[in-house]
Nanobody
Framework: QVLLVESGGGLVQAGESLRLSCATAGFIFSLSTMGWYRQVPGKQRELVAF???????YYVDFAKGRFTISRDNAMKAVYLQMNELQAEDTANYYC????????WGQGTQVTVSS
């Protein structure tokens, strides 16, 4: 059974940082490309970044220079360090493989106040 459990979200002021974590189980994590996604109510879920099995990373434009994705294969976990947060980053953040599995976790809410 696939398990994806996100944590680390919260309410922060603009310019502050958060580190999101995602614990996983039920699939071969070490061979999987892992991504972070985010969704605002009423909008489609969008990709933020991914990291492949060789630790090569990709960031969408809004994440470049501010966010850092990383993984720990021993812990089967993926992380997202988010710096210089802006109000536009307010969303529910999810982890999943890239391409995505059918199963999604609950996500973790990030709220940035300006």
């Amino acid at each position: 059974q696939v398990l994806l459990v996100e944590s680390g979200g919260g309410l922060v002021q603009a310019g502050e940082s958060l580190r999101l974590s995602c614990a996983t189980a039920g699939f071969i994590f070490s061979l999987s490309t892992m991504g972070w996604y985010r969704q605002v109510p009423g909008k489609q879920r969008e990709l933020v970044a991914f990291v492949n099995a060789q630790n090569i990373t990709y960031y969408v434009d809004f994440a470049k220079g501010r966010f850092t994705i990383s993984r720990d294969n021993a812990m089967k976990a993926v992380y997202l360090q988010m710096n210089e947060l802006q109000a536009e980053d307010t969303a529910n953040y999810y982890c999943n493989s890239y391409p995505t599995l059918d199963h999604w976790g609950q996500g973790t809410q990030v709220t940035v106040s300006s």
